[in-house]
């Protein structure tokens, strides 16, 4: 199971927590640009760009938000969850506010329920001017691991 360290910082020796949160070429994440830059029990950090991520009129896709809000609270479920759980997304609500043109967009997952068989993250999407653009709500169903 994935521990917090005297700073909060997850750390782990597990593989799958590695697995999470790299992203590959395979994964939505990879493809939208989007790195976890701080993980702890409390709170999950993800950036995502602008460019690559538009829509027809220039703005940030509302769907790009929506896979940066549940990229992160995926993972701050994961690692509540636990080893030899997982965690995966049964709702997710998002309220886009403002639009975002260029720079980085960064989301900010913490949570609003941590139980044993679901999880609940508020996720506080903000501009590079620390403009808050969307707000999205996650609730994930945490499961044990199938079998490989």
């Known amino acids: 199971m994935a521990t917090a360290n005297e700073n909060g910082a997850v750390t782990s020796g597990d593989d799958e927590l590695q697995k999470l949160l790299e992203a590959t070429d395979e994964q939505l994440a990879a493809k ?3 790195e976890i830059v ?3 029990h409390d709170r999950v950090v993800a950036t995502m760009p602008v ?3 538009r829509q027809p009129y220039g703005l940030l896709h509302g769907g790009a938000n929506a896979a940066l809000a549940e990229q992160a609270g995926s993972i701050a479920a994961a690692l ?5 759980r997982i965690a995966v997304g049964l709702e997710l609500a998002c309220t886009h506010h403002r639009a975002a043109t260029d720079g980085t967009v960064t989301a900010v997952a913490t949570p609003l329920h941590q139980g044993r068989s679901t999880a609940t ?3 506080e999407i903000t501009d590079a001017a620390g403009r808050r653009t969307c707000s999205a709500r996650l609730t994930c169903l945490l499961r044990d691991q199938p079998p490989k």
Not at 80 to 84: F, I, L, R, S
């Open 80 to 84: 509540g969850a636990g080893e030899g």
């Open 32 to 34: 939208l640009g989007i």
């Open 38 to 40: 701080e993980y702890t």
């Open 51 to 53: 460019a690559g991520n």
């Open 121 to 123: 993250y508020d996720i």
